[in-house]
């Protein structure tokens, strides 16, 4: 607004988010020059609070930025030891030999990782470079200037009521300026979508896609714990129409991480993503290494998968796209964090050649060459046809054919295919409710499958109820009036923390209720609505789920 008067603090880079490639970013740059001023604001109540990743690391983007990171205490100790892939049906499983699996795939030199402890550890080497880290901040607004360009953001308001009016205890925030401003807000973040609206930087890109990935950390027997392996499955209970697999990764302290990815580009609106990852959890395979242990955490996070031909313009005036904000997840291979990290590590070198020269609020046009020609584009053209594949012809069909053109790739440095388009958005993919069929899930038992706001309570999310929702309708009639009539409603379903209920009273019309307190900033709502209706913003800094390793 206008009228507010806000005090401003000027830097050099202002970087959004404090995840793997905000935090290279700050590292490199303090590793160029000293003197140059960096500050790195966090929404969540501390770094690592809002991590969430499988994770198995590929180590070449740490190993780019801090070299000698093996005898600097980074919590990258567990490599990966076995490596397998299954097919599972019902009741049993076919092993796929890892001879078929293309190269790349391969996880034997990476490590199994919690990434948030990862990102805490990267913390302390940037602050001690001399990079200053506000958590609790959450970035509200950009600030333009006076040629457009981003030159800063909005951090740190809060006391706003729920009507969006200045309560008595409101703080502005302050305005932090830079030469240039880097988001690296993960997947969707709210300022990314405004900037890449703004300026139109996905005019030559495919339509992003995305997928909901929800995990549990478990602790297992000790007989059952294999430290070091590895196991992706495909299959049940999501078929063969539906895309998306499982991750089960043994760390150390007998600690398994548990999760389920579904493509958002299913079909049947009736499909409840978080009750599939309930159900995989009773198949045979998982029953047995899960009985007699427990779940200590959960949490969920959308995640990109629309690779290479889904990149935006990464450079805007004033500012760069990192990591997750441009999408530079290697679906095959589920691992983006090593391209996060080199995005980081490429934008401040682009920064600091540009600050160098005397240069300010420009865009950055070597650091979006750099992303798709260097060792990330490298990293995401092979494997660019996956996803199209398997939205087109199934999963079975597309894993064939996917594992060909990787294959043929490797071997030959061409696609027969070229670059195959992914047609549809996720929100448009979904299909009309009474054109398929209502799926019944069974009742969690609550040892190993459990009710989703059980399971939420493990995401130690919070949110200060006296604040305006984060999640914006543009037409509060569409959820009843069209998505309710047309598809049964799927914000019921596609949520994985239950903030979205349709409410049913006798004698009374159907209400449309949103629980924001339980919002773990997955930002599937805004990526799968199929009215594409809700917006999803920062809510005060702090809020959210605070998870511990994942």
Not at 211 to 235: A, F, S
Not at 257 to 266: A, E, H, K, N, T
Request: some cysteine.
């Amino acid at each position: 607004m206008a009228d507010i008067e806000r005090e401003a603090m000027e830097y050099d880079v202002v970087i959004v988010g404090a995840g793997p490639a905000g935090l290279s970013a700050a590292i490199r740059l303090k590793q160029l020059d000293g003197d140059v001023s960096v500050v790195v604001l966090e929404k969540g109540s501390e770094v690592g609070a809002h991590i969430l990743s499988g994770a198995v690391l590929d180590t070449c983007g740490l190993d780019a930025l801090l070299p000698d990171w093996r005898d600097m205490g980074a919590p990258v100790t567990v490599p990966v030891r076995k490596d397998d892939f299954y097919m599972l049906g019902a009741a049993g499983a076919l092993r796929i030999p890892n001879f078929l699996m293309p190269p790349l795939m391969s996880n034997h030199g990476k490590y199994i990782v919690s990434m948030g402890n990862v990102c805490r550890w990267m913390a302390e080497q940037a602050e001690g470079l001399g990079v200053e880290i506000f958590p609790g901040m959450a970035c509200s607004e950009l600030v333009f200037g006076e040629g457009g360009e981003v030159k800063g953001v909005v951090a740190g308001e809060f006391g706003k009521e729920p009507d969006g009016s200045h309560g008595a205890n409101y703080e502005p925030g302050m305005e932090l300026l830079g030469k240039y401003v880097f988001l690296s807000e993960g997947v969707r973040g709210s300022l990314s979508k405004e900037v890449i609206a703004k300026y139109d930087l996905d005019r030559d890109a495919d339509v992003p896609k995305f997928g909901i990935g929800m995990k549990e950390i478990w602790e297992v027997d000790p007989d059952k714990h294999r430290e070091g392996t590895v196991t992706h499955t495909m299959g049940w209970p999501l078929g063969w129409n539906n895309g998306g697999g499982s991750f089960i990764y043994h760390l150390d302290n007998n600690q398994v991480y548990v999760g389920l990815i579904v493509d958002l580009s299913y079909k049947n609106p009736h499909l409840y993503p978080y009750m599939e990852f309930q159900r995989l959890k009773h198949h045979p395979m998982l029953a047995d290494l899960l009985k007699g242990g427990k779940r200590v955490a959960y949490g969920a996070r959308a995640v990109t998968k629309g690779g290479f031909q889904s990149i935006p313009q990464s450079a805007f005036p004033g500012g760069a796209l990192l990591g997750c904000s441009a999408g530079l997840v290697n679906l095959p291979r589920i691992k983006g964090n090593h391209n996060a990290m080199l995005s980081g590590k490429a934008a401040a070198e682009a920064a600091f050649e540009a600050i160098q020269a005397g240069r300010s609020g420009d865009t950055l046009d070597g650091y979006d060459k750099e992303l798709r020609e260097g060792p990330i584009g490298k990293d995401l053209k092979p494997v660019r046809n996956v996803a199209p594949m398997n939205g087109r012809w199934g999963m079975l069909a597309g894993l064939a054919m996917g594992g060909f053109d990787m294959w043929f790739q490797t071997i030959f440095r061409f696609s027969l295919f070229g670059t195959m388009k992914h047609g549809k958005s996720d929100a448009e993919a979904t299909g009309k409710a009474a054109d398929y069929p209502v799926i019944d899930y069974p009742k969690p038992d609550g040892t190993l499958s459990f009710d989703r706001l059980t399971n939420v309570s493990f995401a130690a999310t919070n949110h200060e109820e006296n604040q305006p929702c984060h999640l914006h309708l543009t037409d509060a009639g569409i959820p009843i009036g069209t998505n309710l009539e047309q598809f049964d409603e799927p914000a019921q379903r596609y949520c994985p923390a239950g903030v979205y209920e349709v409410v049913r009273e006798e004698g009374k019309d159907a209400r449309f209720v949103i629980n924001f307190q339980n919002c773990v900033h997955c930002k599937t709502c805004d990526i799968k609505d199929p009215s594409q209706n809700i917006t999803w913003v920062t809510p005060q800094g702090g809020d959210g789920p605070n998870y511990p390793n994942m």
